[in-house]
């Protein structure tokens, strides 16, 4: 992290990871704000592995400047991401109630906000385990993982799509009920928002 915008040139950073060890309760990473922090010269992802989201044309790297996985009530608001040779920010699978807002995204490699859930071996299987769990025990879980409740708003997203013509301002994956509003996006290679699938 860095509030130099040159702090880091020819020296790629590390990604900023809010990872919980599992999607159990109490396993979880929650309640973090991070607020008027800029983010930049990371390197780039194209030759990092890929894989395919939901059925379509896409393949995604499951990672970004800022990469959060189980974890609830995260908070990114007024930050700085310029220079990101990838994602700037994706959130994987069993995540809840992050708010991206008030934050500006410019010369992006790939996406600037990803929301992609994970089914794990249960390849285009959109049952959500955590869900099934609730409901019939931890037999019924089959490992999916589904990104609910997110909101990406009023953050302005250009210049991205750089090295990944597969990129969008907002990238959607198997990942319901997620909420992205009151967002200018603009300069970019290919989508302004890309709705993955009917999820």
């Known amino acids: 992290m860095s509030t130099n915008p040159m702090r880091g040139v020819g020296m790629p950073l590390t990604t900023r990871r809010f990872l919980g060890s599992s999607s159990d309760p109490g396993s979880r990473v929650e309640h973090v704000i991070i607020s008027n922090l800029s983010f930049g010269y990371t390197s780039a992802q194209f030759f990092r592995p890929h894989e395919e989201t939901s059925g379509g044309d896409y393949a995604t790297h499951r990672s970004g400047a800022i990469k959060i996985e189980n974890a609830t009530g995260l908070t990114f608001v007024g930050c700085n991401f310029i220079h990101i040779g990838g994602n700037a920010v994706f959130l994987s699978a ?9 934050s500006r995204f410019d010369f992006l490699g790939t996406n600037g906000v990803a929301i ?12 959500d385990g955590e869900a099934m769990m609730t409901v019939h025990g931890p037999s019924a879980d089959n490992g999916v993982r589904l990104p609910k409740n997110n909101l990406v708003s009023n953050n302005v997203f250009s ?10 301002a907002y990238h959607k994956a198997l990942a319901p009920g997620n909420i992205f509003k009151d967002n200018v996006c603009f300069n970019s290679s290919r989508h302004g928002v890309n709705f993955q699938d009917g999820m």
């Open 159 to 168: 210049n991205y799509g750089v090295w990944d013509k597969q990129s969008a």
């Open 116 to 127: 992609q859930g994970k089914t794990g071996t249960a390849l285009m299987d959109g049952r």
């Open 94 to 102: 069993s995540v809840r109630n992050v708010t991206v807002t008030q």
